[in-house]
C-alpha cells in the first residue's frame, strides 16, 4: 500500500492512505544502515499487519519530489506563510526572511494575513500592493469572522502545503476551521510581549480532504538565513530586476555604489522601501557572516 508520512514520534510513522485511512508503522532496519530518516510528507510504501488495529511496516520511501532542511519536510508544494494583520502587528523583515528561504528551496509561497477584520481597507490594501507586486498572491482572512476561508481553500486544494509563520498569527485556529478531524491547540496573544505563545511542539501532516494536506510546523519569532553568498540575495527580489541595468555598475549590491538604477527606481517610490531596507539588513548579516569565515 502507498501512503504519505503524516507525522513522526519516537520511532512510529502516521501513514494517510486514501479510503484505507491511518496506520502506525515502524520503519524497517535497512533505513538505518543506509542512514535514511523517514520524513513527515514522505510518500511511502507499507505493508499492513493487523488491519484491525491499523498497524504496519514501513518497507520503501518513494523518490522525494524536494526536501526542506526547515522544517525538515518532504514533498512540499505550497508554503503558506501566515502573519496577522494586528495582534501582534506583523513583521515584515521576518515575512522577507521567510520568502528569501524558500526562493531558496524553489517552493512557491502564498503569503497570508489574519485578523484582516481588524485593520483598515487602506492597510490591506498596501500590503498587497508591496508583495503582488514582488509576484506573490496575497489572501486576507479572519478566522473568527469567517472570511476570505472559501479563496484560501483555492490555493490549498490538490496540495501538500507547509503552514508557518510567528506565533500568535492563528495557523493553529486556521488548520482547525480548515478541517476537523485533529484539533490544534490554540494560544493567545501575551499582552506583555505582543506575540503568541506557542503551541505546536512537532510537525505533523494534516489531511484536508481528497489530496489536500496542511502541514503544521512550530512557530518562530527569529529564523536564520541560509548559508548563502551575499550577492545571491538580491535574486531573490524580483522587483529590483527591471531596475538593475540602469546601475552604473556590474554586479552593483544596491547599498553604497553611485548611480544605483534600484537605488533611483527606490526615490521614485518604485520600489517598497520596507522591502529595500529589509534587503540592506540582510545583506548585512550576510556580509557579518562572511567576515567570520576569515
Known sequence: MIGKILKGISGFYYVHVVESGIYECKAKGIFRQQNIKPLVGDMVEITVIDEEQKKGNLVRILPRKNELIRPAVANVDMALIVFAAK???????????????????????????????????????????????????????????????????????????????PSGAGKSSLINRLQSSVMMETGAVSKKLGRGKQTTRHTQLIHIEGNSYIMDTPGFSSLYLPQMDKEELQGFYSEFAPFEPECRFGGCSHISEPDCGVKKALEEGKVSKVRYENYVQLYEELLEQEKKKY
Open 87 to 165: 495582534t501582534p502587528d506583523p513583521n515584515f523583515q521576518l515575512l522577507d526572511r521567510f520568502l528569501v528561504l524558500m526562493a531558496r528551496q524553489q517552493v512557491p509561497v502564498c503569503i497570508c494575513f489574519n485578523k484582516s477584520d481588524l485593520v483598515s481597507d487602506e492597510v490591506l490594501d498596501e500590503f498587497a500592493r508591496v508583495y503582488r507586486s514582488c509576484g506573490y498572491p496575497v489572501e486576507f482572512i479572519s478566522v473568527k469572522q469567517d472570511i476570505g476561508i472559501d479563496r484560501l481553500m483555492m490555493h490549498l486544494s490538490g496540495k501538500t502545503s507547509t503552514i508557518a509563520g
